[in-house]
Structure formats: C-alpha cells, structure tokens
C-alpha cells in the first residue's frame, strides 16, 4: 500500500500524481490522506467537497484501488506516520515546498519531521 | 459657538498625525476582529481599556469609534465569504451574500455591503451629528423620575425585545443588576454582598467584569470546541460593481439607512429587526424577485446599510442620555467613566470638544474604512487561517493584563476567573451577554435616580409618576411587552405573517 500525503494545493496534487504512477507500476493500493488541526476557521490545504469528488472520480479513472480520509482535529504529521506503521503500507508520497528559516521556526515543517521520521522510504516529488 | 463650528473644531482635533493614525489602528484592528467569527468590537475595545490610563480622551475614542465601525465591515466579510455571520446583526447579510459568493459573484457582494456600509455610515453620523445635541439639550429638563424611567426602559428593551428567549434575557439581565449591588451602598454606608472583603466595597470595577465576560467567557468557550472542521470559504479577488450592481444597490442602501437609524437610536436599539425588515422590504420591491435565495444584490445591499445605519443609532441614546443599548456602546461607556467624565445629558455641555471630536472622527473612520476595505479584502479573508490557538493565548494575556491593571490588586485576576467562568456558563446556556452588561452599567444609576426621586417625593411611590415624561415611558413600556401577546391572541404574529407569505411563495412556484 501506498501513502499519499494529499494538500489541496500544487504540491499535494503533484503528490498525487507521482502516488499514482507508483502504485501502477507497483501493483497496489493506494491510501489518500488530507489531514487538518481543525484549529483555525479557514485552512485552504483541506480540500473542500468539489475538491474531494474531483480526486475520487480522478482516482477512479485510473483503475487504482485507493481509500480516501480526511481526518480533522489531528496532527498531520503524525497521522501520515501512524499510516505508515501498518505492516502493508510501502511507501510515503509527500509534496515539498520551499521554507524560509523563520516560516520552520514558527510554524515547524510537516516534510521535514516526516523525511526524518518516517521508518520506510519517502518519495518528495515538487511540482511540475 | 454652534454645533456646526463645534463640529469643525472636532475636526480639526480628529485630524491631527497622531489622532489620524490612532484611527487607522482603529479601523484595521475593528476589521480584523470583525472578520474573526467570535471576536468582536466589544471584546476588543473591552481589552483596550487600560490603553485609557495614559492614551489621551480623544485619542482613545477615535480609536475605539474605528474599532466599533470596523467591527461592523469585517462581519459582512466573514458572512459573505463563509456563511458564519460574525455578529447576529449580519445574519441577513449571510443569507444572501453567501448566495452570492458560491454563485461567483463574491466580488459584487463585497463591494456593494462596503460601499452601502460606508453610505448608511455617512448618512447615519450626520443624523447622529443632528438628532443627538437638541436630545441632550432637551434631557438636561429632566427630572429623576423620568431619567429613571427611561433607563428602566432601555433594560426592560434590551431584555425582553432582542434576543429569542424572555425567560433567558431576564436572568442575564438579574445576573447583571446583582454583580451590580456589590460595594457600600452610597445612602447608608452599609456593605452589601462584599463577603467580609474590604476590596469589594468599591463594587467590582465594571473593566473586570466587561473583560471577564466578553473575552474569557469566550475564549474558554473556544478552548471547548478547538478542534473543528474548517469552513469552506470562497476565494476572492478585489471586490468591484458593475454599473447594474450599482442601479440596484443605490436604493437599498437608502432604503437600509431608514430603517436602522431610527432602530438603533431607540432605546430598545438592536439591528436584527431593522436589518431583517429591510430585507422584507427589498424582497418585495425588487424587479428580481427570482433571484432572492439565490444571490440576490438588494439581499445584500439593503440590510448591510440597514446593519450600520443602527449602528450610528445607538450612539444617539449613548451621547445625549448616557444610554447604552448594544454591547460595544456600553464597554465605551465605562471608558468615559474611567476617564472621570460622567456619561449623560450633561455630556454635550461639559465635553463638547470630545463629543465632537468623537463624532468627527465617526467621519474619518468610515472614510478610511472604504478606502481600506475593498483593496484588502483577499487579506482579511487570509486572517480567518489563524490557528486559534495562537488567536485565544494573546486574547487571555491581554484579559489578565488588563485586569490587573484597572486597580494592580491580585483579587481582581481571581474575579476575573470567575466571571470567566460565568461567561462561559452563559454561552453554554445560550444566554445573552448584552443584559448582563447593560444590567451591571446601568443598575447602580437606575438604584441612585430610583432612591433619589423617592427621598425627594418623601418616599411616595407615586412621586415616580410626576412627570409626564416618566408616564409615556412607563406606557409605552407596557405596550411593548404587551403588544407580541396581544399579537399572538390575534393570531397575527410576524411568524405566521412570514409563514402565509412563504405559502404564497410556496403556490406562485407551484403554479409558474
């Protein structure tokens, strides 16, 4: 099983694709992740529910078997790692972005605890 | 000199650099705060007030004016783009805005509540600049019993015709007139509820318990639901009107304007019914009837004016009487008293330089509030991705801050908790704050007119209704509570008038 970490922006969309072609060319299931604190009133990387059924119907059309949730009230990070304990999942498909030094000191980088975290393989793809 | 040159001198005083820029931290910081659903203009002027102990009167108020203008701009943003109305006053707003915005029109929805709540704001400060001096003038002529009844009055309004719920408003409103009876009674020297503290017999500074309930109650509330799932919002560019949207705004937004000024200078003040009134009203007038629920712009352009327009209105009973009706009013109030002017009819004769300078910069604010609202728009939409943690921990700093400050005594923190605690009860129950607030401002004045007229009458109850005054007041209260169970046995209540309309709807839709 595959793990895509899903943002509703670029780069959790170019994740997706990469995710995609990785489970093809794998042979295997794919989990789509787009979590959110749940702490601010707006969050725009939560994708809303056009968004959702644009992504399901995409993933349908590819013929992969996936298994999409949006988890709220959570830490990111840590939900894409406690995915990734589970004995059958392979792989961790995240999205980077570029950080400055004090945009990480403030608010800390989800890539960054993942990268160094993460006990199986982690493929950061940028987009396109 | 009169009130045209006051006004002029008011001007002049508002427009000094560093007045000017107190009034741009006003406008943005009311914004922003208007944006945040939660936060509002009265909890933030209530956390502002120890700026009071070394800001200049002036200074002060032109901010606080801002705060209280831009409070109302940020709100019609939020309920545009998220449908959470920021305020009860922007609950119409929402219906039709956010119909608005999902329909790509978000640009226009924004653009026509700015520039009708800069139009409704213009229209209203000059009625409040007009109607306010002569109210005052005629006020001074009142005895203590018909102050006394007209303060009875605005309690017995704000209780008992805003908000849903009689029963509720009232045990706000008797939770406020008891946190109001602490401290030596002023007649005979006696302790009342202190509890054997020596620091209660001042009564308990109204700064604390403002901030208690406004800004604890509230953050405590949001420490109970953090976790939630984000709202989705519409992203918007620069709002703009096309020459159509502006043919069908210019009329709502005159049509709002006359609704809410008279509302909210009312003692019984309020912008629910003015706003909802309005939309009635261009519901009906509209050549585009069919639009209405869908988006309509006259949905959105008349009770927006309508949303302002009552908000220069109350500040009419608050300047001429020293009546407060809504909640940012009343925390203002109590920065008058903590500069040591004493609000009331006498305000106009004794501070006409700062009323007028208030007023003034009423102008000002809601100049710059144009100006700045419709370039920064995408900005305060970005404002609503503040984790609220982070939001709530500055708010509680600046509760403890304040609260400390008004006296530096560390029973005040303690109060501060438990009235914190009773804000948060308060939301849990689903009872208004505006009573509990008003009832604490004005319940020690009422007890001291009430006292007064009966010394003077000999202690003769019927000394209360000497003044013809005193006896309108006292009738026209009677008829306000009677009037909705008058209406109910005539079965013609608003409900089941906007039910029989809703049929009619119902029919004309199934017939077309």
Not at chain 1, 74 to 96: H, K, N, S, W, Y
Not at chain 2, 125 to 130: G, I, M, R, S
Not at chain 2, 380 to 399: E, M, N, S
Request: proline share 7%; hydrophobic share 50%; net charge neutral.
């Amino acid at each position: 099983m595959i793990v895509i970490g899903y943002s509703a922006d670029p780069y959790g969309r170019a994740a997706l694709e990469h995710g995609i072609a990785e489970a093809k060319l794998r042979q295997t299931t794919l989990l789509v992740i787009n979590a959110t604190s749940g702490e601010s009133y707006a969050d725009p990387r939560f994708a809303q529910s056009g968004e959702v059924h644009d992504v399901e119907e995409h993933l349908a059309s590819c013929g992969v078997e996936f298994e999409l949730t949006q988890p709220v009230g959570v830490d990111t990070a840590d939900e894409l790692l406690t995915a990734m304990d589970r004995p059958d999942a392979a792989l961790l498909v995240i999205g980077i972005r570029h950080r400055s030094p004090v945009g990480k000191l403030l608010l800390g980088s989800v890539s960054q605890q993942l990268l160094l975290e993460c006990p199986k393989p982690v493929l950061a793809v940028k987009p396109a | 000199m009169n009130n045209f040159d006051w006004f002029l001198q008011g001007l002049s005083e508002a427009a000094t650099p560093m007045n000017l820029l107190y009034a741009v931290i006003g406008v943005l910081l009311g914004t922003a705060v208007g944006v945040l659903p939660g936060i509002g203009p009265a909890m933030t002027v209530a956390l502002l007030l120890p700026v009071t102990y070394n800001v200049s009167p002036s200074a002060a108020f032109i901010m606080f004016a801002g705060i209280f203008y831009g409070g109302m701009y940020g709100g019609s943003t939020t309920s545009i783009l998220l449908n959470t109305p920021g305020e009860s006053s922007s609950v119409i707003t929402a219906i039709e805005g956010n119909k608005m915005a999902k329909a790509g029109r978000a640009a226009q929805a924004l653009a026509t509540a700015a520039i009708g709540s800069f139009v409704a704001g213009a229209i209203g400060t000059v009625l409040l600049a007009t109607f306010a001096p002569p109210i005052s003038r005629f006020a001074v002529t009142l005895g203590a019993p018909s102050y006394l009844a007209i303060m009875v009055f605005a309690l017995v309004a704000v209780t008992a015709v805003l908000g849903a719920s009689k029963l509720r408003g009232a045990i706000s409103l008797f939770l406020g007139l008891a946190i109001g009876c602490v401290g030596i009674d002023f007649l005979t020297g006696q302790p009342r509820a202190t509890f054997g503290l020596p620091q209660l017999s001042d009564g308990i500074d109204i700064v604390v318990i403002a901030v208690a309930i406004f800004a604890v109650g509230e953050a405590l509330w949001v420490a109970a639901h953090l976790r939630r799932r984000p709202a989705e919002i519409i992203p918007v560019g620069r709002p703009w009107m096309g020459r159509e949207d502006w043919k069908r705004s210019w009329k709502p937004w005159l049509r709002g304007t006359a609704y809410g000024f008279p509302f909210g200078a009312l003692p019984a003040g309020g912008a629910e019914l003015p706003t909802f009134l309005s939309y009635i009203t261009e519901k009906r007038l509209s050549k585009h009837k069919e639009e209405f629920g869908k988006g309509a712009i006259e949905g959105v352009a008349g009770p927006e004016a309508a949303n302002n327009a009552s908000a220069a209105g109350t500040l009419v009973p608050m300047l001429s009487l020293g009546l407060p009706t809504n909640a940012t009013a009343a925390v203002m109030l109590t920065a008058f008293v903590s500069y040591g002017i004493q609000p009331g009819p006498t305000l106009f004769e004794k501070e006409p330089l700062l009323i007028w300078t208030l007023i003034a910069s009423l102008f000002i604010g809601n100049f710059l509030l144009l100006v700045l609202n419709l370039p920064l728009a995408p900005l305060w939409a970005r404002l609503l991705r503040t984790p609220r943690p982070y939001l709530y921990a500055g708010i509680l700093f600046f509760a403890a801050l304040g609260a400390l400050a008004v006296n530096v005594q560390p029973l005040d923190l303690a109060l501060l908790l438990v009235f914190g605690l009773l804000g948060l009860m308060m939301r849990r129950f689903g009872l208004p704050v505006l009573p509990l607030i008003i009832g604490v401002i004005l319940g020690p004045r009422i007890e001291r007119q009430l006292r007064q007229s009966l010394q003077l009458g000999g202690g003769e109850w019927t000394s209360l209704f000497t003044e013809p005054v005193a006896i309108i007041t006292y009738v026209l209260m009677a008829i306000l509570l009677l009037m909705p169970l008058v209406l109910k046995l005539m079965h013609r209540s608003e409900e089941t008038l906007l039910i029989v309309e809703d049929d009619k709807d119902q029919k004309e839709k199934a017939e077309a």
